[in-house]
């Protein structure tokens, strides 16, 4: 019987194209728009999520905070960073110093930004060597000079020469260049230490602050230790369990980081499903007055019917088939045309804003477009009061009605 209505279904579709297309066109704008946008949304939460992983550790940053009660400013220093190398479960701790200065090579200048690293600093975070290699552990214990340089930097100091193995002066000292990394946006973002042209040994850069406290300090802790336990662990550590000492330092997690990142992504995708979820209401109306043109046409077809002891679920069904088949035609049309450009899309075009088909949610737009076309024909069907009426009236007022009617109802020869 389904696949009777299913015949019967394409049948009609296939009778008024220009109707047909005209209905089905809402139904594939709103779906498209909700697979692009849904698209956009799952591209950057992987971005997110790829963003902000490391290499074997959970990663904590430590800053300063200030308690309004006590009026108290929190202070990380160095008697901090040996009790936090000291805590059990914790891998190492970096104290992140930043310098600015004028550097020379050769006949050219250029202001750049310092950052002190360690020898873990370029694995754990993912960053691209281009040229060369990183930092050896001796040379960061020992404080050697020697420094790697972003691409943007390389390309000020060296324009015409080989930046490996050549020389950079900075305040006096000369650094060996040992290679070159590619320190761009996502990098940044991923350190959370913004804009870096050169990087040396964190020894050094200690060595150039008097102060000695940390405007910033990273902990790594071991990947089995879940970010809350880690988290807990490195407020116990400098607050020296004392309640009213965590208020004087501000710690989060990378966990932290994607939480926050994702809940204004969220915001901003609310906003455009709105939108979407607008375009495919108006698709339903456009369906709805579709279907109730069809029922109020095809009078003479529920008459028959009736008159031949068809039932009014029989009668709903039939209806209820061609709505869902319109509806989900426009769904299926509009899900193919969003797969399609968004692989394209990724595969021909390096951009800022990523895309990535989700399987579940699509699904879900698939559900809605047949809930849609049920919901479409509902009312027109079951406040139809067609009354029975004569053979010969039945469209083309043949005495014999169409095959797909001799199938779906019993018909007296």
Same mark, same amino acid.
């Given at each position: 019987?389904?696949?009777?209505?299913?015949?019967?279904?394409?049948?009609?579709?296939?009778?008024?194209?220009?109707?047909?297309?005209?209905?089905?066109?809402?139904?594939?704008?709103?779906?498209?728009?909700?697979?692009?946008?849904?698209?956009?949304?799952?591209?950057?939460?992987?971005?997110?999520?790829? =963003?902000?992983?490391?290499?074997?550790?959970?990663?904590?940053?430590?800053?300063?905070?200030?308690?309004?009660?006590?009026?108290?400013?929190?202070?990380?220093?160095?008697?901090?960073?040996?009790?936090?190398?000291?805590?059990?479960?914790?891998?190492?701790?970096?104290?992140?110093?930043?310098?600015?200065?004028?550097?020379?090579?050769? !006949?050219?200048?250029?202001?750049?930004?310092?950052?002190?690293?360690?020898?873990?600093?370029?694995?754990?975070?993912?960053?691209?060597?281009?040229?060369?290699?990183?930092?050896?552990?001796?040379?960061?214990?020992?404080?050697?000079?020697?420094? =790697?340089?972003?691409?943007?930097?390389?390309?000020?100091?060296?324009?015409?020469?080989?930046?490996?193995?050549?020389?950079?002066?900075?305040? !006096?000292?000369?650094?060996?260049?040992?290679?070159?990394?590619?320190?761009?946006?996502?990098?940044?973002?991923?350190?959370?230490?913004?804009?870096?042209?050169?990087?040396?040994?964190?020894?050094?850069?200690?060595?150039?602050?008097?102060?000695?406290?940390?405007?910033?300090?990273?902990?790594?802790?071991?990947?089995?230790?879940?970010?809350?336990?880690?988290?807990?662990?490195?407020?116990?550590?400098?607050?020296?369990?004392?309640?009213?000492?965590?208020?004087?330092?501000?710690?989060?997690?990378?966990?932290?980081?994607?939480?926050?990142?994702?809940?204004?992504?969220?915001?901003?995708?609310?906003?455009? =499903?709105?939108?979407?979820?607008?375009?495919?209401?108006?698709?339903?109306?456009?369906?709805?007055?579709?279907?109730?043109?069809?029922?109020?046409?095809?009078?003479?077809?529920?008459?028959?019917?009736?008159?031949?002891?068809?039932?009014?679920?029989?009668?709903?069904?039939?209806?209820?088939?061609?709505?869902?088949?319109?509806?989900?035609?426009?769904?299926?049309?509009?899900?193919?045309?969003?797969?399609?450009?968004?692989?394209?899309?990724?595969?021909?075009?390096?951009?800022?804003?990523?895309?990535?088909?989700?399987?579940?949610?699509?699904?879900?737009?698939?559900?809605?477009?047949?809930?849609?076309?049920?919901?479409?024909?509902?009312?027109?069907?079951?406040?139809?009061?067609?009354?029975?009426?004569?053979?010969?009236?039945?469209?083309? !007022?043949?005495?014999?009605?169409?095959?797909?009617?001799?199938?779906?109802?019993?018909?007296?020869?």
């Amino acid at each position: 019987m389904f696949l009777d209505n299913l015949k019967v279904s394409f049948l009609m579709v296939r009778s008024k194209p220009v109707r047909s297309i005209l209905s089905l066109l809402g139904i594939y704008i709103g779906v498209l728009a909700l697979v692009l946008i849904l698209g956009i949304r799952e591209g950057l939460s992987r971005q997110m999520r790829d =963003l902000y992983r490391t290499q074997g550790a959970n990663v904590v940053f430590v800053h300063p905070g200030f308690d309004e009660v006590s009026k108290r400013i929190g202070r990380v220093g160095p008697e901090d960073i040996l009790r936090l190398q000291e805590t059990r479960g914790v891998l190492s701790v970096l104290p992140r110093l930043n310098a600015e200065m004028d550097v020379r090579a050769g !006949g050219l200048s250029a202001h750049a930004k310092l950052l002190g690293i360690d020898a873990e600093f370029i694995p754990l975070y993912r960053i691209q060597v281009i040229r060369g290699r990183i930092f050896l552990p001796e040379e960061v214990q020992k404080k050697q000079p020697v420094c =790697l340089l972003s691409a943007d930097m390389a390309r000020k100091l060296f324009p015409l020469a080989e930046p490996v193995g050549s020389s950079v002066d900075m305040q !006096g000292t000369a650094f060996q260049v040992i290679g070159v990394v590619e320190w761009d946006a996502q990098a940044a973002q991923r350190t959370s230490a913004g804009e870096v042209d050169i990087l040396v040994p964190q020894p050094w850069t200690a060595s150039q602050d008097s102060n000695n406290v940390y405007p910033m300090v990273e902990v790594r802790v071991q990947s089995q230790v879940t970010p809350e336990e880690a988290l807990r662990l490195v407020t116990e550590v400098l607050s020296h369990g004392v309640k009213s000492r965590e208020k004087l330092y501000f710690v989060r997690s990378m966990e932290q980081f994607v939480e926050k990142m994702k809940k204004s992504t969220d915001q901003m995708m609310l906003g455009l =499903l709105g939108i979407a979820a607008i375009s495919l209401f108006v698709g339903a109306i456009g369906v709805a007055n579709v279907m109730v043109t069809s029922v109020t046409e095809r009078t003479r077809e529920v008459g028959i019917r009736k008159a031949l002891g068809a039932r009014r679920t029989d009668i709903l069904m039939q209806f209820l088939v061609e709505s869902s088949v319109l509806s989900i035609s426009g769904g299926i049309l509009a899900v193919t045309t969003g797969a399609a450009g968004i692989s394209i899309y990724t595969a021909l075009f390096d951009s800022s804003i990523p895309m990535a088909l989700p399987v579940m949610p699509v699904a879900g737009c698939l559900l809605l477009t047949v809930l849609i076309g049920k919901k479409a024909i509902l009312r027109p069907v079951m406040t139809s009061h067609a009354a029975p009426i004569r053979t010969r009236d039945f469209m083309t !007022g043949s005495p014999h009605p169409p095959r797909f009617v001799r199938r779906l109802c019993p018909w007296p020869d």
